[in-house]
C-alpha cells in the first residue's frame, strides 16, 4: 500500500507551505471547502500551477466541489513532515534569538522550542519565553539525553561552524542558520539558511524590475486627477 | 547599447544572492579570482549551474583564468538593483523589529534603515539601534518627504494589512514582510514574504527526505568503531 514517495521538488514544496499556512486560516475562521483557483488567486499563482502540487499528495479533492480544508491540510502536513511535533532548540540568544523564542508561528506549526542556549555566562540561567538559558557546554549533553529534532542557530558568523559542528556531533539532523555564513549541509546534517540581507535584495530585484516594466511608454496611464 | 534586460528567474536571482555573498566574503579575505567550480562547491550546486547563471551577467570571467572577484561582485550587484543604495524603514518594533534595527547585514549590502515606526507612544521617542521611534501617524508625511525605497514589516498579523496599504499610499514600492499573514503584491506593491515558521517546515521536509534516504537499507555502512 505504502508505496515509497519521490521527492517532491524544492519550489513545489515552498508552495505546499504556503497553502498550507492559508488552509489553517480558513480552518480557523470555520471555512469548510476550497477550490484550487482560491488559492491561486489569494498567492498569485495560477489555477494549473496550485492543482499540478496538489496532485502530488495523493487522491484529494473532488471534481466541481473542491477540497475539504481539513483533509487536504491533513495531507499537506503528511507530505511535509508536519503532522508530527518536532523538538527544537534555539542556540544563541542574543536581540534575533530573543525575536525567536517569542515567535508563535513555530508552535502553531509544531515546532516545540525545548531548550535555549548561549556561551554568554552573563546570560545563562535567565529567562527567554518560557525557558531558562543554558550554557553552550550544556548542548551536548542535552542533545543526547532529550529527543531534538532541529536547531535554529543564530549565533554571530564568528561561532557559527563550530556550533553547528557541535550540533552534527550530538545528531541533531537540520539547522535553521540565521547567522550570516554559509554552513554547509552534507549526509547527516541538513542546512537550511535564512539571509535577511538576501531577502531584502531578492526584494530589491522585483522591485526594480517591476518598475521597468510599469515605465514601458506605452503602459502609462493618462493621469487626470 | 542598453539592450533591455530580461527578468531573470527567481531562482536564478536567489543564487546571484549567494555568490555575492562568498563574493564579498572573499573579497573581504584579500582574494582577487574565484572559478566556478569553487562557488559551486562552496553552495552545494554543480558547476554547469553556477556558469549557466554567471552567464546572465554578460560577458564577465576568462577561460582558464576564472573570474576577478571585483568585476564579479560588481556585475551581480549591477544586475540585482544592489550597486545603489536603498533607504528602508522599519515598521513595528517589537522584538523582531529591534534584531532587525540591528542587524549588520542590511548595511552591508547597501540596505540604509532610515526611520522606524511603531504605533505604540509607549515606545515612540525611545531609542533603536541608532534611531528614534517615531509615531506611525507620521509614517506617510515621512514617506512622502523624504526618498524611502522599501519598507520591512515587522507588525503583528492583525495591523499588517492596513499598515500595508498605508505604506503603498504613500508610495514605497516593496515591503519585506515578516508579519504571518499573506499581502498580496499588485502593479505598484512588491511584497516578499518571510515566514519563518515556513522556513522551519522546508528544513523538517528535507530532513525527513534525507533520512528516508539514508534508511536505505543498501546504504547503510558497516560501522567498526
Known amino acids: 500500500m505504502a508505496k515509497p514517495r519521490a521527492a517532491i521538488p524544492a519550489a513545489t514544496v515552498s508552495r505546499l507551505t504556503l497553502y498550507l499556512r492559508e488552509l489553517q486560516q480558513m480552518e480557523?475562521?470555520?471555512?469548510?471547502?476550497v477550490r484550487s483557483g482560491w488559492l491561486a488567486e489569494r498567492l498569485g499563482l495560477n489555477d494549473s500551477q496550485v492543482r499540478r502540487d496538489l496532485s502530488c499528495l495523493g487522491q484529494v479533492g473532488q471534481r466541481g466541489v473542491g477540497y475539504r480544508v481539513h483533509e487536504l491540510t491533513a495531507a499537506i502536513q503528511r507530505v511535509l513532515g508536519t503532522d508530527r511535533s518536532w523538538n527544537v532548540i534555539l542556540v544563541g540568544i542574543g536581540n534575533l534569538g530573543r525575536a525567536l523564542s517569542k515567535y508563535r508561528g513555530f508552535?502553531?506549526?509544531?515546532f516545540r522550542l525545548v531548550a535555549a542556549f548561549d556561551s554568554?555566562?552573563?546570560?545563562v540561567g535567565d529567562q527567554v519565553g518560557?525557558?531558562?538559558i543554558k550554557d553552550l557546554n550544556e548542548l551536548e549533553p542535552f542533545v543526547v539525553s532529550q529527543p531534538v529534532d532541529l536547531a535554529i542557530l543564530a549565533v554571530p558568523a564568528s561561532?557559527?561552524?563550530s556550533v553547528a559542528a557541535k550540533l552534527q556531533r550530538a545528531g541533531v539532523s537540520g539547522i535553521l542558520n540565521f547567522a550570516p555564513i554559509v554552513i554547509p549541509s552534507n549526509e547527516s546534517l541538513t542546512?537550511?539558511?535564512v539571509d535577511l540581507a538576501?531577502?531584502?535584495?531578492?526584494?530589491?530585484?522585483?522591485?526594480?524590475?517591476?518598475k521597468q516594466e510599469s515605465?514601458?511608454?506605452?503602459?502609462?496611464?493618462?493621469e487626470d486627477g
Do not use: F, I, M, N
Not at 480557523?28 to 471547502?33: A, D, E, L, Q
Not at 554568554?120 to 546570560?123: A, F, L, M, R, Y
Not at 538576501?198 to 526594480?208: C, I, N
Not at 515605465?215 to 493618462?222: A, G
Open 28 to 33: 480557523r475562521s470555520g471555512t469548510s471547502h
Open 107 to 110: 508552535d502553531q506549526q509544531g
Open 120 to 123: 554568554d555566562p552573563e546570560k
Open 130 to 132: 518560557t525557558l531558562s
Open 159 to 161: 561561532e557559527a561552524l
Open 191 to 193: 542546512v537550511q539558511p
Open 198 to 210: 538576501l531577502e531584502l535584495q531578492r526584494l530589491a530585484y522585483s522591485v526594480v524590475q517591476s
Open 215 to 222: 515605465h514601458d511608454p506605452k503602459d502609462l496611464p493618462d
